[in-house]
């Protein structure tokens, strides 16, 4: 459930929501929040290779803590973006931004409805589990190559 949430989210190119006042317009409200979405996740930030430059290279020491603090953060987080979305006149949108906009709305929703499910999470799944995810990250999403400036270990 979490990850097709992260990818429609970084899909429809949505941006961050602070404590700024509304955005001008509903994209760059989307650009904004889409890019603090990210920016809170540094594992969906490497695997997607969202940002470029030295936030990008930041990003990449470091791994999304998936602790309770966190979880809140990111409900807060799509609390303010559901906030911030209403403020946005429909009638005003075209009908990519008002899809985009339901599309937002529906999966911020599911992770604030999703709150009240943390605590019932299994530990070790199939398909989700820290058995996969944490090697998956590890692995795959944190490899770093000579693209980096690393070399290739040696295994001799």
């Not at 890019?35 to 290779?49: C, H, K, L, S």
């Not at 009908?95 to 009240?116: N, T, Y």
């Amino acid at each position: 459930m979490k990850r097709p949430i992260i990818t429609v989210l970084a899909c429809v190119a949505l941006t961050s929501c602070t404590a700024e006042a509304p955005a001008p317009s509903i994209d760059a409200f989307f650009d904004r929040f889409t890019a603090d979405w990210v920016r809170m996740n540094p594992n969906q930030a490497i695997a997607a290779r969202y940002f470029t430059g030295p936030e990008q290279d930041a990003l990449e020491t470091q791994m999304t803590p998936l602790t309770r603090e966190w979880r809140r953060q990111r409900v807060e987080l799509a609390r303010r973006g559901l906030t911030e979305l209403a403020t946005f006149d429909r009638a005003r949108l075209n009908e990519a931004q008002r899809v985009s906009a339901d599309l937002m709305r529906w999966q911020l929703e599911m992770v604030v409805e999703g709150e009240k499910y943390h605590d019932f999470s299994f530990p070790l799944e199939q398909f989700a589990g820290a058995n996969v995810n944490l090697p998956n990250a590890l692995i795959i999403v944190h490899q770093r190559g000579p693209e980096h400036g690393d070399s290739a270990p040696d295994h001799d």
